[in-house]
């Protein structure tokens, strides 16, 4: 009895330690970049129809337009009928997203992004978020990265919005495990 607690004991130890070892490591920008706008610049395509990220990319790849930019992922559930995002519609939306977000210090943060529809997100060059396909204003959970020091990190996203409401929203939980909504001040873009 006392030998299987221990062999159950240290595989739960290990299977901690691989999951701690599991953090996306993410890439600061270099250089750094400098004179950046608040918020985030956003191209728009407008699908006849949209539910995976393949036809979202296909769309945009095939023809965009820029659109106001974005305050950041800071887009609670719309109500039906508004414009997804900075859109000009609110159903059939595709969005590439870019810039940078700002991580005041090092140590390994929590990410949870929220979505409705799809979303592909990375930043510093991994991936931190993919749901491909179709739901409420929800998220994936938690996912940790590690930020090997303070300052700016590339954000690319693609998004999608099919029907009714939209939302694309982040929380982050801080090294020292204080947990809030973004802040705006965090997203940057040239």
């Known amino acids: ?13 290990l299977l901690f330690a691989g999951a701690a070892a599991a ?25 006849a129809d949209v539910k995976t990220l393949k036809v979202a990319r296909d769309w945009l790849n095939s023809g965009k337009e820029a659109g106001p930019p974005l305050i950041g992922l800071d887009y609670m559930d719309s109500d039906p009928g ?3 995002l900075t859109s000009k519609r609110a159903e059939f939306v595709a969005a590439e ?20 529809d799809g ?13 491909n396909g179709r739901r409420p204003c929800d998220t994936n959970g938690w996912v940790e990265v590690s930020v090997p020091q303070a300052g700016w990190y590339a954000v690319s996203a693609t998004y999608y ?8 929203m ?12 973004t802040p705006r001040d965090a997203w940057g873009f040239r």
């Open 23 to 47: 953090q996306t490591a993410l890439t600061p920008a270099s250089p750094q970049p400098d004179g950046l706008k608040t918020g985030l610049w956003v191209n728009y395509a407008y699908p």
């Open 82 to 84: 508004a414009p997804v």
């Open 119 to 131: 979303a592909l997100v990375t930043f510093g060059g991994a991936e931190v978020d993919r749901f």
């Open 170 to 181: 982040m929380r982050w939980r801080k090294p020292d495990g204080t947990t809030e909504w």
């Open 97 to 116: 997203i870019g810039g940078y977000v700002r991580f005041d210090q090092p140590g390994v943060w929590g990410l949870q992004i929220h979505s409705n």
């Open 161 to 168: 919005q099919r029907l009714n409401t939209g939302c694309l």
């Open 1 to 13: 009895m006392t030998i299987h607690r221990i062999a159950g004991a240290l595989t739960l130890g």
